[in-house]
């Protein structure tokens, strides 16, 4: 049973304006979401995090937003460019900020056109 | 810079053959994970590193798997009997104590034919 959901396969978008990519879970345990975003033949890089504790962190062109209570983080890059053209995996834990293995997401193909 | 290493990028081995996989850390990371990426899935937990222990194992698949760390450096993971299940990309990450970020390596594409 997949306990962090990304249920949008791909996503594309015109240079210059928003992407949304969202992320559902099942585990009210998760207590700290992560994102990152992964170009082909590459391994996954760290791209933006939020705790629990709060309902947005912004970094750059780079937000995500927690909705607890929905169990839902979506991630907004605005505004988008062709570089962002990537999969994007959402990922949670439940470790309270010790150590411990990520759960992800089946991850969202991004394309955004020129 | 000096990143997680992965060795090989890619394997090919036939079904019931052994294989290492390797993966060299950040120097100074001292949590090591090994994930698996099947084709069309997201990243699959199988194994975790503190130092050269294992707090936990929960997500290897079955007894043909196994992991050893040296350490706070090298680890390798061994796949025995392999099936063409197995394929898959095999990713490494380390990350410092404390922290969220884990640093992937660039992966193993295994392929069992």
């Known amino acids: 049973d997949q306990q962090v959901k990304q249920n949008s396969p791909s996503l594309s978008v015109q240079e210059g304006r928003i992407s949304i990519l969202n992320c559902d879970y099942t585990?009210?345990?998760?207590?700290?979401f992560l994102w990152y975003k992964k170009y082909p033949a590459e391994g996954p890089t760290f791209l933006i995090s939020?705790?629990?504790?709060?309902d947005k962190n912004e970094d750059g062109r780079f937000t995500v937003f927690l909705n607890k209570s929905a169990k839902h983080l979506s991630l907004h890059i605005v505004p988008s460019q062709p570089g962002d053209s990537a999969v994007y995996f959402c990922?949670?834990?439940?470790?309270?900020?010790?150590?411990?293995?990520?759960?992800f997401g089946k991850g969202t193909k991004l394309s955004v056109k020129p | 810079g000096a990143g997680v290493s992965q060795s090989p990028s890619n394997k090919v081995t036939e079904k019931g053959k052994d294989v290492e996989l390797r993966c060299d850390p950040i120097?100074?990371?001292?949590?090591l994970y090994w994930y698996r990426q099947r084709l069309g899935q997201g990243l699959e937990f199988l194994i975790y590193?503190?130092?050269?222990?294992?707090?936990?194992k929960s997500g290897l698949p079955s007894d043909r798997f196994s992991a050893e760390r040296t350490g706070e450096s090298v680890s390798t993971l061994t796949i025995q009997r392999t099936q063409q299940e197995d394929s898959a990309v095999y990713l490494c990450?380390?990350?410092?104590?404390?922290?969220?970020?884990?640093?992937f390596g660039p992966g193993t594409r295994l392929t069992v034919t």
């Open positions: 590193f503190q130092g050269n222990s294992a707090p936990d």
């Open positions: 120097s100074g990371h001292t949590a």
């Open positions: 939020i705790s629990s504790i709060k």
């Open positions: 585990n009210s345990m998760f207590d700290y």
């Open positions: 990922a949670a834990s439940k470790y309270g900020g010790s150590q411990g293995n990520l759960i």
């Open positions: 990450a380390s990350t410092v104590d404390l922290t969220y970020e884990q640093y």
